[in-house]
């Protein structure tokens, strides 16, 4: 084969072949992967760096760069201490970043108001009679339904603060909103638990109203840019120097956002405190990954996701607590502090400095770790400080996220997941505003604090069904099943709904619109809990499929695509719900493509993670269901020259490694 027949050259020739283009990122051509039969039987394709001139051979980079395989194991995996206290201090700050993602739902809540001197009885009775809901058009007096965040922010666990806001009824003539709100004071109902909050410092009502939306808008567009640039950069300088810089300009922007003077100089700051806030939700991420064994990382991430929504869960209470808005956000930022001894506790990424060829730093690290965690050098018995040793003169090699652009599977690996994020975060908001659209005939939903704790508990039991779910049916089958139940709540709530509303308009049918409405609400429970899951899930298959020298990179891009999901809502409310049904007929549509691309995905449970981009590439999908006992395997690339008539074949076709079938997937 072509293989044997470059070996014997290199050793007759006693000069060393010029690198090839496939070799970028310290790797081998897909041909050179055969090699990596060194480590025994994988179930992934892992082609590793080749030799330098001066270094160890073949084994040497095999060995480095397996970094599940060698390098974790030498340090102890997740059983060495110090191990086990970096995983924790990825954890805590979840509970903060809890906080300022549902603060929205108490800073920019709509309150009910009324004119001063009007008596507040008389102000609602009148806004009750005369708008109904129209609270959103921001002349009449509100009582906003959903004032809370309803879907994830890219992480487990990490939600969006946009309000999500019931269907709304035609709005009342002209003359009759100059009317009602031709008041110079006004006096407010807010329901959060506190005194004072944004819309009321400024009166943000009836011509103001635009405003809060714009509020909202502008954090998530700060997160969208925040996403996309600090994970180019985490890729580039590594993870530590962008959180610890997050968390300083955090703390600069998120106490000032509490200094406001006015609405334009809130809006502004919480873009910037949104930018801020991606970087630490990105990069702790990240390091959460790469800090695992394959079989812990899903776990490890789902205890991340239930600690922020401990901070969920307890934000109604920190309101309660601090009565003023300003207290509020500053109590919301000032826990970052603690995050600033980081700087002489949290390392950086041992697997991206192994990753992207940086082994002086590496052996620092890996002897600072092997100190922390009292490992003795007996417990190296694969050899890997000395073969770290023999490649300590290799330059650095790092990546940017645009080199996808040059590969064949792993850019729509990554597409994939980003039209997933879109479609799971953007139609959670159809599910919400649908579901809490029938709040006045359902006493349960009539109160703020049980809206809610209402959501909060379909997101949680949504987080538990993923571990049963990913557990047994893996990462691609539990995408593939929440995915399935996305599209079958969206397109009976679209057609079954309007085929019931007819009926129950015929006396003899027997429906009612309270059938409707239980229907609607139980598809949109369903639909919420299914896309939530879907969203978290895409998240870290991108986090596991994406190599490590452009991980942070392809988060940022799925998160970023989360984040332009989760932007129809707020621009949807700013129109005054105008197109809501076609934005829910779209999404509907995108989760019927998303379930055939599902398929395209590779399986990424109990495998190690990619490295390198040629790494990545190789990550090639599997049959969704495994082979049938006693059924015959496909052939791989070694035992196709026993066939004659395809030995010419399998000699022209260098891109095939041992591991690999004839079709381009990897071996059972």
């Not at 969206?490 to 308009?505: D, E, H, R």
């Not at 949109?524 to 899951?533: C, E, W």
């Amino acid at each position: 084969m072509a293989i044997d027949r470059r070996r014997e050259a290199a050793g007759g020739g006693g000069g060393g072949r010029q690198p090839g283009p496939a070799e970028e990122n310290g790797s081998l051509p897909p041909g050179d992967a055969a090699a990596s039969a060194a480590l025994g039987a994988r179930a992934e394709i892992q082609p590793l760096p080749a030799p330098h001139p001066g270094a160890g051979g073949p084994h040497s980079s095999l060995l480095l760069l397996d970094y599940d395989g060698s390098v974790l194991p030498f340090l102890g995996g997740l059983s060495g201490g110090f191990q086990r206290t970096l995983v924790a201090l990825t954890w805590i700050p979840a509970l903060f970043i809890g906080f300022s993602q549902f603060s929205d739902s108490f800073l920019l809540d709509q309150p009910n108001f009324w004119c001063r001197g009007a008596g507040k009885g008389a102000g609602e009775l009148a806004g009750a009679t005369v708008t109904g809901r129209w609270g959103d058009a921001g002349n009449w007096t509100s009582t906003p339904t959903v004032p809370f965040s309803t879907a994830a922010w890219g992480v487990a666990g990490h939600r969006s603060n946009t309000s999500d806001t019931p269907p709304l009824p035609s709005p009342p003539g002209k003359g009759d909103n100059d009317s009602n709100c031709d008041c110079h004071a006004w006096e407010y109902g807010i329901r959060t638990g506190l005194v004072q909050n944004v819309v009321s410092k400024w009166d943000l009502v009836c011509d103001n109203a635009w405003k809060v939306h714009i509020a909202k808008f502008s954090l998530l567009v700060g997160l969208i840019f925040g996403y996309l640039i600090t994970g180019c950069i985490a890729d580039w300088v590594g993870r530590r120097p962008v959180l610890l810089c997050s968390v300083v300009f955090i703390l600069v922007f998120g106490l000032t956002v509490a200094l406001s003077v006015n609405v334009t100089m809130l809006s502004t700051l919480r873009f910037f405190e949104g930018f801020c806030l991606a970087g630490i939700i990105l990069t702790l991420y990240a390091l959460r990954i790469e800090l695992c064994p394959p079989g812990k990382r899903f776990m490890i991430t789902m205890v991340a996701s239930f600690v922020a929504m401990a901070g969920q869960f307890l934000m109604p209470g920190l309101a309660a607590l601090c009565r003023d808005w300003q207290v509020l956000q500053a109590l919301i930022i000032c826990p970052f502090l603690l995050m600033l001894l980081y700087w002489s506790i949290f390392p950086e990424s041992l697997r991206w400095l192994m990753a992207t060829q940086q082994f002086e730093l590496a052996k620092k690290q890996i002897l600072y770790l092997t100190q922390k965690n009292c490992v003795s050098p007996e417990s190296d018995i694969k050899g890997v400080m000395p073969e770290l040793e023999k490649e300590l003169s290799r330059r650095p090699k790092k990546v940017c996220i645009v080199k996808v652009v040059g590969t064949r599977n792993l850019w729509k690996n990554i597409v994939v997941l980003c039209v997933n994020s879109l479609t799971g975060y953007g139609i959670h908001h159809c599910f919400a505003r649908s579901m809490m659209g029938h709040e006045v005939k359902v006493p349960l939903l009539e109160n703020f604090y049980a809206d809610y704790y209402t959501m909060a508990s379909i997101a949680l039991a949504s987080c538990l069904a993923m571990c049963v779910v990913v557990r047994f049916l893996g990462r691609r089958g539990g995408l593939l099943l929440f995915m399935i139940l996305t599209a079958l709540a969206s397109l009976l709530q679209l057609g079954l709904l309007n085929l019931i509303g007819k009926y129950s308009q015929h006396p003899d049918s027997g429906m009612s619109d309270s059938v409707k409405d239980k229907f609607s609400i139980a598809f949109s429970i369903v639909g919420m809990f299914a896309s939530h899951a879907v969203g978290s899930l895409s998240v870290f298959f991108c986090a596991e499929i994406t190599p490590t020298v452009i991980r942070c990179g392809g988060l940022g891009l799925v998160l970023a695509s989360a984040g332009f999901g989760m932007l129809t809502a707020p621009i949807i409310e700013l129109h005054n719900q105008k197109g809501y049904f076609l934005h829910h007929i779209i999404f509907a549509c995108c989760t019927l493509i998303c379930i055939i691309c599902i398929l395209l995905l590779p399986e990424s449970r109990n495998q190690s993670l990619p490295e390198n981009i040629a790494n990545g590439e190789h990550y090639t999908r599997q049959p969704l269901l495994p082979h049938r006992k006693g059924e015959q395997p496909l052939l791989t690339s070694a035992e196709l020259k026993d066939y004659s008539g395809l030995h010419g074949v399998a000699t022209g076709g260098d891109g095939l490694s041992e591991g690999a079938t004839a079709n381009g997937m990897k071996s059972m």
